[in-house]
């Protein structure tokens, strides 16, 4: 887990609004697929994380799979020797769910294996592409079952 998420779990998530849409424009130009990137930012003191930017990142299972999504290892890790210069983390990651639920399936909590890491998911509507709800959640790292694999997140977005 990265250092500054060790400890109890995340209360909440800061997101600016202009992030929001952000994600909101990227999972609407992915749809039908599964669209996806990182986020970047920081751990407070009082239990919340702020993003403080967002990096796309290519879905490299998009013409395999229309509900599912997977990063690529070394352009986080680049991401992650990046932050570090500046005192940030790789926070989580977000996806688009194109079945228009905004929640965790099976398949990510069966892929959940990294403890601490937030999942913000952005639903599109399956027929029109439309973002809709935008929910975060954090891994317990325990991979299995949805109830296990995640705790919920507070999203909490904010005018800049």
Same mark, same amino acid.
């Given at each position: 887990m990265?250092?500054?998420? /060790?400890?109890?779990?995340?209360?909440?998530?800061?997101?600016?609004? &202009?992030?929001r849409t #952000?994600?909101?424009?990227?999972?609407?130009a992915?749809? +039908?697929?599964?669209?996806c990137?990182?986020?970047v930012? $920081?751990?407070?003191?009082?239990?919340?994380?702020r #993003?403080?930017a967002?990096? +796309?990142?290519?879905?490299l299972?998009?013409? @395999?799979f &229309?509900? /599912?999504f997977?990063?690529d +290892?070394?352009? $986080?890790? !680049?991401?992650?020797r990046?932050? /570090?210069?500046?005192?940030?983390? #790789?926070l989580?990651?977000?996806?688009s769910?194109? &079945?228009?639920v905004?929640a +965790?399936?099976?398949?990510?909590?069966a !892929? @959940?294996f990294?403890?601490?890491?937030?999942w913000?998911?952005?639903?599109t509507?399956?027929?029109?592409? !439309?973002a809709?709800?935008?929910? @975060?959640v954090?891994?317990?790292?325990?991979c299995?079952?949805?109830?296990?694999?995640?705790?919920? #997140?507070?999203?909490?977005?904010f &005018?800049?």
């Amino acid at each position: 887990m990265p250092e500054n998420l /060790r400890g109890a779990p995340l209360r909440g998530l800061l997101l600016s609004e &202009s992030d929001r849409t #952000v994600i909101a424009c990227a999972a609407e130009a992915s749809h +039908p697929r599964e669209g996806c990137g990182l986020l970047v930012g $920081r751990r407070q003191a009082d239990g919340l994380a702020r #993003v403080t930017a967002l990096h +796309p990142a290519e879905n490299l299972l998009a013409d @395999a799979f &229309s509900d /599912r999504f997977e990063l690529d +290892p070394a352009a $986080r890790l !680049r991401l992650q020797r990046d932050c /570090r210069k500046r005192g940030e983390v #790789v926070l989580g990651h977000w996806h688009s769910h194109p &079945s228009g639920v905004a929640a +965790p399936s099976a398949t990510d909590a069966a !892929r @959940a294996f990294e403890e601490g890491l937030v999942w913000l998911i952005q639903a599109t509507d399956p027929a029109t592409g !439309r973002a809709g709800a935008l929910e @975060a959640v954090w891994s317990t790292g325990l991979c299995g079952p949805v109830e296990s694999a995640f705790q919920p #997140v507070a999203l909490i977005l904010f &005018s800049e």
